[in-house]
């Protein structure tokens, strides 16, 4: 039972890339979400996903897409890369139900040059 | 929509005495708080949490006390030691059951 797991963990992109940050969930959760955490900050929903088929904007949604791709797979896309997404980006999931425990992924950390 | 504030941002404290963070939230709608560990370097994790229809709630040395007329709820950790040491997430929840967080505190645990 690995989790919450996230690829990569850590890349360098030049301003202007694009990528595609990786999730997966073994735990059969509904709901999947992505945070960024910058210093001083604390955790910032970027997106979520209260079941599968469905995704809605959080936070800070901009510059960002998202895919939902099964129940068990959520993925994070940067179309084009700027330096203000250097961040630690968190993938997690839980039921869904409330007052349930999310569990995070590892982090991935972004630097973007 | 719902706004937590977490204070304070930094907390430094001797080992063996207590720590206490408190949190303040703006909806009072807001029915579920919990609070994650962060280690340096890892992932958040659950350590405790507490619903609005209860007061207190406590795990070893561990306790979450909800005033829910004031709107603020606390973190108290007795008997601090080393691994204590982490930065620690309040959250409340919005009108959607999604929480929103506390920008943290850093405990450090002095020797």
Same mark, same amino acid.
């Given at each position: 039972?690995?989790?919450?797991?996230?690829?990569?963990?850590?890349?360098?992109?030049?301003?202007?890339?694009?990528?595609?940050?990786?999730?997966?969930? &073994?735990?059969?959760?509904?709901?999947?979400?992505?945070?960024?955490? &910058?210093?001083?900050?604390?955790?910032?929903?970027?997106?979520?996903?209260?079941?599968?088929?469905?995704? &809605?904007?959080?936070?800070?949604?901009?510059?960002? !897409?998202?895919?939902?791709?099964?129940?068990?797979?959520?993925?994070?896309?940067?179309?084009?890369?700027?330096?203000?997404?250097?961040? +630690?980006?968190?993938?997690?999931?839980?039921?869904?139900?409330?007052? !349930?425990?999310?569990?995070?992924?590892?982090?991935?950390?972004?630097?973007? +040059? | 929509?719902?706004?937590?504030?977490?204070?304070?941002?930094?907390?430094?404290?001797?080992?063996?005495?207590?720590?206490?963070?408190?949190?303040?939230?703006?909806?009072?709608?807001?029915?579920?708080?919990?609070?994650?560990?962060?280690? %340096?370097?890892?992932?958040?994790? %659950?350590?405790?949490?507490?619903?609005?229809?209860?007061?207190?709630?406590?795990?070893?040395?561990?306790?979450?006390?909800?005033?829910?007329?004031?709107?603020?709820?606390?973190?108290?950790?007795?008997?601090?030691?080393?691994?204590?040491?982490?930065?620690?997430?309040?959250?409340?929840?919005?009108?959607?059951?999604? %929480?929103?967080?506390?920008?943290?505190?850093? %405990?450090?645990?002095?020797?």
């Amino acid at each position: 039972n690995a989790g919450v797991t996230q690829t990569p963990k850590f890349q360098v992109l030049k301003t202007g890339q694009s990528m595609t940050l990786q999730c997966a969930q &073994d735990m059969n959760h509904n709901s999947m979400y992505w945070y960024r955490q &910058d210093p001083g900050m604390g955790l910032r929903l970027i997106y979520y996903s209260a079941s599968e088929g469905t995704t &809605d904007k959080g936070e800070v949604p901009n510059g960002y !897409n998202v895919s939902r791709l099964n129940k068990r797979e959520f993925s994070l896309r940067l179309e084009s890369a700027a330096p203000s997404q250097t961040s +630690v980006y968190f993938c997690a999931s839980s039921t869904g139900s409330f007052g !349930n425990t999310i569990y995070f992924g590892e982090g991935s950390w972004l630097t973007v +040059v | 929509g719902e706004n937590v504030e977490q204070h304070p941002s930094t907390l430094s404290v001797q080992e063996g005495d207590s720590a206490v963070i408190k949190c303040t939230y703006s909806d009072s709608a807001s029915n579920y708080f919990p609070w994650y560990k962060q280690e %340096l370097g890892k992932r958040p994790q %659950l350590i405790i949490d507490i619903r609005s229809n209860v007061g207190e709630k406590k795990d070893q040395r561990i306790a979450v006390t909800l005033n829910k007329t004031a709107k603020h709820f606390s973190l108290h950790i007795t008997e601090t030691q080393p691994e204590d040491s982490a930065v620690y997430f309040c959250a409340g929840t919005d009108s959607n059951y999604q %929480l929103i967080w506390g920008a943290g505190t850093k %405990l450090i645990i002095k020797p």
